[in-house]
């Protein structure tokens, strides 16, 4: 029995370390999720990634991946991030801030994506005189294990946390206790869902002891984590006591 094990007995979606090591993460995964948005705000199919074809018509959306990366609690990647750069373009400037606007409303309701800048020009073109463009800076972030068609869309994650001996170790003493933490990592769209699934956990594990464990688990703290896309992220720490036993020697 684990502490991921007491989670999962009560109902929650929960990755310990061992499996968050071994769930493939994909960096299409960000894509598919951009493309979603935006193919219903250009229904004639103006969305292209990285260079627009010759015959375009418009407006349209030019997509591509500015950069990559991971946030990370005590060296473990805890979510995944991709930063888009888009180009929109309209001959009418007018149109094409509605167009904007309407982009930047939907990707604004949708958890996990953010749009973190912009900023507009004029591209000349000596074929139809030329078109405003608005580049855009999109981040699409999710955690390990996200999965948008589950009911509990983000897992927690449990890590194994820091040890550390309680007793002196004395010739007559065979044994010796150490104190253990249990990490519990969140992501939430609200604080009233965090606030939920904050409660599931201590109901979950406070009082409840661990096989190898002599004293129960208990609460010690909780904080704020860094999250990207809007998303909240915490971390709660609980500690027990187990006790070492003794080299057998032959």
């Not at 109902?11 to 948005?37: F, K």
């Not at 292209?48 to 500015?66: G, I, K, L």
């Not at 939907?106 to 005189?129: K, M, P, R």
């Not at 661990?210 to 990207?228: N, S, T």
Request: net charge negative.
């Amino acid at each position: 029995m684990t502490i991921a094990q007491l989670l999962t007995d009560a109902n929650q979606r929960v990755l310990a370390l061992e499996q968050s090591q071994t769930v493939y993460h994909s960096g299409m995964t960000a894509q598919t999720r951009l493309l979603a948005q935006l193919i219903p705000l250009f229904p004639e199919g103006n969305v292209y990634p990285d260079t627009a074809h010759e015959q375009r018509s418009f407006p349209d959306c030019v997509y591509s991946v500015n950069d990559t990366g991971s946030l990370q609690y005590r060296g473990v990647d805890m979510s995944h991030s991709a930063l888009f750069g888009l180009s929109l373009r309209h001959s009418v400037q007018a149109d094409l801030v509605e167009k904007f606007d309407a982009l930047a409303e939907v990707l604004h309701q949708q958890s996990g994506i953010e749009v973190i800048g912009y900023a507009t020009g004029f591209e000349e073109n000596t074929a139809d005189g030329g078109n405003y463009v608005i580049g855009v800076e999109v981040l699409i972030s999710h955690p390990i294990g996200f999965d948008a068609q589950s009911p509990q869309p983000y897992a927690l994650l449990t890590l194994p946390g820091q040890e550390s001996g309680v007793e002196g170790r004395y010739d007559n003493c065979g044994t010796q206790a150490i104190l253990r933490e249990h990490h519990v990592i969140y992501h939430s769209n609200t604080q009233a869902d965090l606030k939920s699934q904050r409660h599931t956990t201590q109901q979950a594990l406070h009082f409840k002891r661990l096989p190898d464990a002599f004293r129960p688990l208990e609460y010690v703290k909780g904080e704020p984590l860094k999250a990207e896309g809007g998303l909240l992220a915490w971390v709660d720490v609980w500690r027990d006591t187990y006790r070492m036993q003794p080299t057998q020697h032959p």
